[in-house]
Nanobody
Framework: QVQVEESGGGLVQAGGSLRLSCVAS????????MGWFRQAPGKEREFVAA????????HYADSVKGRFAISRDNSESTVYLQMNSLKPEDTAVYYC???????????????????WGQGTQVTVSS
């Protein structure tokens, strides 16, 4: 069983930045692909970014490409989401998720991720 825990959410003005962190435990971190998703009130959970087990491959939703960056530190079992140029429409609960590394990185479905955190709220004010 893998436990996933996010941190780093908060309130920020439009144009500002935040960095989310996610720690995974219970399994060798370097065997897991990691992803970030978000869910705004009344909307479906949507893919944000993913990173392969070694960090060599990343994939982003078009809505965040060029503004967000995903990275990982396998020695710390941690994945990060650096969010720049934030917009009010980025407001959501952000979830970290983990899955086996055998799945193609461009599979952005929520069902392909087995382990989920509780989420952290990000609010961007205009």
């Amino acid at each position: 069983q893998v436990q996933v825990e996010e941190s780093g959410g908060g309130l920020v003005q439009a144009g500002g930045s935040l960095r989310l962190s996610c720690v995974a435990s219970g399994r060798t971190f370097s065997t897991l692909d990691m992803g970030w998703f978000r869910q705004a009130p009344g909307k479906e959970r949507e893919f944000v970014a993913a990173i392969s087990w070694a960090g060599g491959t990343t994939h982003y939703a078009d809505s965040v490409k060029g503004r967000f960056a995903i990275s990982r530190d396998n020695s710390e079992s941690t994945v990060y989401l650096q969010m720049n140029s934030l917009k009010p429409e980025d407001t959501a609960v952000y979830y970290c998720a983990a899955r086996n590394s055998m799945i193609v990185i461009t599979d952005t479905s929520t069902s392909s991720y087995r382990y989920w955190g509780q989420g952290t709220q990000v609010t961007v004010s205009s």
